[in-house]
């Protein structure tokens, strides 16, 4: 009954967005002013929803409904809170699971810029905490990462070319369920718009 109230507690909360934000941070790269790009460059807390789906062969599928919390410190430091209800249909009888899935907590700093480049880190830990084996991993893990970003355009204006490598690994929990080890390697290109 408590797993029910908490679970519906929080599916109600993640229809409620809440942004707050402040500006206390402002950097200029290049003459432009970066406030129209307000992460990771300055301070801003916000909470919001999100909603990403998964679609597997023959019907099946995984729905994540998240509440996403942010917190700056410093202009540099960002710590992001995802609590994730999920709802699936893999399951070994077929039948639809609905709950919490494993809440993770990143931490992102940026350590070095120059001009239009920006170096930095990541580590975030993911909590086995979901209701049942279908909707999460069973595994407490780490995910270190680097990475960097370029802005592209005189004024930071045109866009932006990035590149990150994040180790994702298992460290405990569950002895019937597989080990985590995986090497992401993310290359992204983004092309703004005026």
């Keep these: 009954m408590h797993r029910q109230f908490f679970t519906f507690g929080l599916l109600l ?18 003459g432009g002013n970066i406030d129209h790009f307000a992460y990771p460059f300055r301070d801003f807390t916000f909470i ?30 960002h710590f992001r809170l995802d609590l994730p209800l999920s709802r699936t249909n893999m399951t070994s009888d077929e039948k639809v699971d609905f709950g919490l ?41 780490l995910h270190p990462g680097i990475g960097g970003i370029y802005f592209l355009g005189e004024n930071d204006d045109k866009g932006s070319a990035s590149f990150a490598v ?21 290359p992204n290109i983004d092309i703004w718009r005026p």
Excluded: C
């Design 13 to 30: 909360l993640s229809f409620l967005p809440v942004n707050g934000q402040t500006q206390t941070n402002e950097r200029v790269l290049g």
């Design 48 to 77: 919001s929803p999100r909603y990403d789906r998964t679609n597997y062969g023959n019907s099946k599928y995984f729905e994540n409904y998240t509440i996403r919390g942010v917190y700056t410190m410093k202009g540099r430091d």
């Design 101 to 141: 899935s494993d809440i993770s907590l990143r931490f992102t700093s940026y350590a070095y810029d120059v001009g239009h480049l920006f170096l930095g880190y990541a580590l975030k830990a993911v909590f086995p905490t979901a209701t049942t084996d279908a909707l999460g991993s069973g595994k407490w893990q």
């Design 166 to 186: 994040e180790y994702r690994f298992s460290y405990a929990g569950k002895s019937d369920r597989d080990d985590i080890k995986i090497l992401a390697i993310v």
